[in-house]
């Protein structure tokens, strides 16, 4: 039996699906991912842009980034990989996506039953209030943009070296440890603790499905490894 056929087969007896994705899911809109060739992090530091101590020592760079970035994503569409996912979500009763990127795309998309692990680039934080607001500008008016209280706002991100929204992370381990069948589509899974959610899905007993153009370290513990690209292979699973 063909990788698809096994991973088709999987999710047609499955009741509780979960999917996690990463920057390869919208590389096919045309948003740049993070490592290798062609990704952000070939060009800028990480360290330089998205961390916290980035922010204190140099806002208006961090948010000459992030506004380069939304001009970017902003005329982006969801591509058939994020509306594959959309389709998951009527036909499982129980279904979570949770997704590491920050462009949007998979709510453009109508996926409801999200996790966004790493925030949103969309929302805007107060530095001293916390309040979080939907930001669509592009250009922003202002930068660094200020909260009407006047302190500096930031982008609603998780940077390294900050911790996750704990609920957000909860309902994640939760869908991982509950889900029959468990679809790792787009990610380096290099980065924890979203890395290390296949592992908690496959000790309870999940049957996991890889997809990515290239293999990843945690191809070695999944059931099926779908070399290719997200936009062919997702829409494929439901056929
Ligand atoms: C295709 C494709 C196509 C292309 N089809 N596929 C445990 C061990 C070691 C370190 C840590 C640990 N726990 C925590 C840490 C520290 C750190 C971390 O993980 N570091 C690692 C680098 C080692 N984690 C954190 O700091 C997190 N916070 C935390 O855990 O707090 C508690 C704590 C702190 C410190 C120590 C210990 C505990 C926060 C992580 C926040 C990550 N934020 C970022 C940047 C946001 C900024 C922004 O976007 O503006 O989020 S990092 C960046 O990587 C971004 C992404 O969401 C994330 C994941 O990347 P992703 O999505 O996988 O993208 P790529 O580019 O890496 O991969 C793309 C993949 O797609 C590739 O595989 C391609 O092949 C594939 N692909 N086209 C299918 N068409």
Same mark, same amino acid.
């Given at each position: 039996?063909?990788?698809?056929?096994?991973?088709?087969?999987?999710?047609?007896?499955?009741?509780?699906?979960?999917?996690?994705?990463?920057?390869?899911?919208?590389?096919?809109?045309?948003?740049?991912?993070?490592?290798?060739?062609?990704?952000?992090?070939?060009?800028?530091?990480?360290?330089?842009?998205?961390?916290?101590?980035?922010?204190?020592?140099?806002?208006?760079?961090?948010?000459?980034?992030?506004?380069?970035?939304?001009?970017?994503?902003?005329?982006?569409?969801?591509?058939?990989?994020?509306?594959?996912?959309?389709?998951?979500?009527?036909?499982?009763?129980?279904? +979570?996506? &949770?997704?590491?990127?920050?462009?949007?795309?998979?709510? !453009? @998309? /109508?996926?409801?039953? *999200? #996790?966004?692990?790493? %925030?949103?680039?969309?929302?805007?934080?107060?530095?001293?209030?916390?309040?979080?607001?939907?930001?669509?500008?592009?250009?922003?008016?202002?930068?660094?943009?200020?909260?009407?209280?006047?302190?500096?706002?930031?982008?609603?991100?998780?940077?390294?070296?900050?911790?996750?929204?704990?609920?957000?992370?909860?309902?994640?381990?939760?869908?991982?440890?509950?889900?029959?069948? +468990?679809? &790792?589509?787009?990610?380096?899974?290099?980065?924890?603790? !979203? @890395? /290390?959610?296949?592992? *908690? #899905?496959?000790?309870? %007993?999940?049957?996991?499905?890889?997809?990515?153009?290239?293999?990843?370290?945690?191809?070695?513990?999944?059931?099926?490894?779908?070399?290719?690209?997200?936009?062919?292979?997702?829409?494929?699973?439901?056929?």
């Amino acid at each position: 039996m063909q990788d698809i056929d096994r991973a088709r087969e999987a999710l047609a007896a499955a009741h509780k699906v979960v999917a996690l994705t990463g920057a390869g899911i919208s590389a096919e809109s045309g948003v740049p991912t993070f490592r290798g060739d062609g990704g952000l992090w070939k060009n800028f530091r990480a360290e330089e842009l998205a961390t916290p101590e980035a922010f204190h020592r140099d806002p208006l760079l961090v948010w000459e980034w992030y506004g380069w970035r939304r001009q970017t994503i902003a005329p982006l569409a969801p591509n058939p990989g994020h509306y594959a996912l959309v389709a998951m979500e009527r036909r499982f009763g129980e279904f +979570m996506l &949770v997704t590491q990127n920050v462009d949007g795309l998979h709510r !453009a @998309a /109508g996926s409801v039953k *999200l #996790a966004e692990l790493h %925030g949103n680039i969309w929302f805007t934080r107060c530095t001293v209030e916390g309040t979080v607001r939907e930001n669509r500008a592009v250009p922003l008016a202002l930068l660094p943009p200020r909260c009407s209280c006047g302190a500096l706002l930031r982008p609603h991100i998780v940077w390294f070296g900050e911790e996750l929204d704990a609920g957000v992370l909860q309902s994640a381990v939760d869908a991982c440890r509950a889900a029959d069948v +468990m679809i &790792v589509a787009g990610t380096s899974s290099a980065v924890y603790p !979203a @890395a /290390g959610l296949a592992g *908690l #899905a496959k000790e309870a %007993g999940a049957f996991l499905i890889e997809i990515n153009i290239e293999a990843t370290p945690a191809s070695g513990m999944m059931d099926v490894h779908l070399s290719g690209r997200s936009g062919e292979l997702l829409p494929r699973l439901l056929e």
